[in-house]
């Protein structure tokens, strides 16, 4: 019999987000799309004591309104935990790619 | 075959309806099949069967279509014209309870990532007012 080793780890991390309009509706569509492509569970709060949202979940993502200035905290459990964390920090840091 | 469920805006005025797909194409993107009607035949405020038909099949997809109306007749025209599809599309199209704009943005995004007409539909849905 053959064992498959599943490693699921946990991952968390904190950005600055500068974006001039905060979390509006088109960095929270992009940042739900990034989620998205990863199979780690992953939630964001607006402070480490919580309330932790669906980062996955386009509704409450948008129901943050995360002004300019706040810092976003991420945490993520799964396979690709780590890469995930990484991944919306970039996003976030690279200002949501948002060439306008 | 297009991957990720469809979206059909229907409004009683042309312009609130190219002007929601304009948006959710800015917001969300291309990779969402999407088809927008609105209007009457004759110029006017309306929804049109036969619009809204051709709106199914310009954004069909196999993984199905979900609509997004505003008012009174757009909802009853949306369901007559998914009536009428032939069986086997018709139970994958549904008309969402939300309200258009954000719904339309908000099933689109869902849609982008490829999730199910189910899931798209209670993505929308949750838009509804408390």
């Known amino acids: ?100 | 075959m297009k991957r990720n469920v469809g979206i059909v805006i229907v409004s009683h005025s042309p312009d609130v309806a190219r002007g929601t797909a304009d948006m959710v194409r800015q917001m969300v993107g291309e990779k969402v099949p999407l088809a927008w009607c609105g209007g009457d035949p004759g110029g006017g405020l309306g929804t049109s069967v036969e619009a809204i038909a051709a709106a199914i099949q310009h954004a069909w997809s196999d993984k199905g279509v979900a609509i997004l109306v505003d008012l009174g007749g757009a909802e009853t025209n949306s369901e007559m014209a998914v009536e009428m599809l032939p069986a086997g599309r018709r139970e994958r199209v549904v008309v969402c309870n939300a309200p258009i704009v954000e719904g339309a943005v908000m099933a689109a995004t869902e849609a982008s990532a490829g999730s199910s007409l189910d899931e798209v539909r209670r993505t929308a849905e949750e838009m509804r007012p408390a």
Do not use: C, N, Y
Not at chain 1, 47 to 58: M, Q, R, Y
Not at chain 1, 60 to 72: E, G, H, Q, S, W
């Open chain 1, 1 to 100: 019999m053959s064992a498959e080793i599943v490693t699921s780890e946990r991952a968390a991390g904190s950005v600055l987000l500068d974006h001039a309009v905060g979390l509006h509706a088109r960095p929270s569509v992009k940042l739900t799309q990034l989620a998205k492509t990863f199979q780690a569970r992953i939630e964001l709060a607006l402070s480490e004591a919580g309330p932790w949202i669906d980062a996955k979940s386009i509704v409450k993502v948008m129901a943050t309104k995360a002004p300019k200035d706040t810092i976003l905290h991420f945490r993520a459990e799964g396979v690709d935990a780590s890469l995930a964390v990484a991944a919306l920090i970039g996003l976030v840091k690279r200002d949501f790619e948002d060439g306008r």
